[in-house]
């Protein structure tokens, strides 16, 4: 089992954000309470599980927590809007800041900057903003394609096009989420996701888990779902490409701006491991894949919830 350091006092007042007001609450709910439990048994008894609402900037200065442990996923949970309430009321937090919980919570700016380093393969997409032609956008990219809400977590949203017939269908499906949407190419090859997180020692990988859904792609259903989704922990890759996988995540986390915690997701179709997104707050649920991820390296539920609780040290608040 890997030794976690524990860098934050087992007196601190820690609020355990969770739920929200995103399509993601029930999960971000389930991920709190699993934290709120780990955080109990690792003996800090002045943790709170905080439900957050509109009144959450007021709940946390009654509050006075020394850390906010952040489990809420979704819109202002993870796109910066939470963690720039706790920068003005000065509470240290777990995981990413505020501009990397921005950026990779929008698919399409995420893309922007992982472009610029040429040894990050992405695939071959377009951004439709509310008023563009649809087809017009899309014209060069070859079927069937993917609609996505640029910045919506759980596959909320999310359709299959199979023929420029359906393509209206499905960009309206994703702009009940977003204005924006981001339609990529739709390829076939191995789903996968590396964990990325961060120790005194520096940022390191997970081990990657290889996701075989039982659905036609990795759908909310596949995710949420127990036994809908084949899991293979370790992935059954080559060497050499579990390797190139783990530094493409480490290289992704590091030109997002990322800290303490994300995981990286994937599709590899042949030789080329295409970042898909950066998640700057993994589930924490009994199905998860971060916890699963970490625990295959040694790192058991409890040790990684420390682990990203120490995220929230002096040095990050």
Known sequence: M????NLISKDAKIAVLAGGMSSEAEVSRRSGKGC????????????????????????????????AYNA??????EDGCIQGVLEILQI?????????????????YT???????????????????????????????????????????????????????????????????NDDVLIE???VGICATVGVLEDENGIFATEILELRPKNEWYDYEAKYTKGMTEFILPAELSAD??????????????????RGVSRVDFLIVGDIPYVLEINTSPGMTETSDLPAQA???????????QLILNSAGPENG
Request: charged share 30%; with cysteine.
């Open 2 to 5: 890997r030794e976690i350091k």
């Open 36 to 67: 709120y439990e780990a955080l109990k048994r690792l003996g800090y008894k002045n943790a709170e599980l905080v439900v957050v609402d509109k009144n959450i900037a007021q709940t946390l200065k009654d509050g006075n927590y020394d850390y």
């Open 72 to 77: 809420l996923h979704g819109r202002f949970g």
């Open 92 to 108: 240290p937090y777990t995981g990413c800041g505020v501009m990397a919980s921005s950026v990779c919570m929008n698919k399409e």
């Open 111 to 177: 893309k922007r900057i992982l472009s610029t380093d040429k040894s990050i393969p992405l695939i071959k997409s377009v951004f439709v903003r509310k008023g563009d032609d649809v087809k017009e956008k899309t014209k060069e990219l070859k079927y069937p394609l993917i609609t996505k809400p640029v910045s919506e977590g759980s596959s909320f949203g999310m359709t299959k096009v199979n023929s420029p017939d359906e393509l209206e269908k499905a960009y309206q499906e994703a702009v009940k989420y």
């Open 185 to 187: 190419e739709y390829l």
């Open 241 to 258: 490409m579990t390797e190139r996988v783990k530094e493409i995540a480490v290289k992704a986390f590091e030109k997002a701006g990322c």
């Open 295 to 305: 625990n295959a390296m040694g790192i058991n539920y409890d040790n990684l919830v």
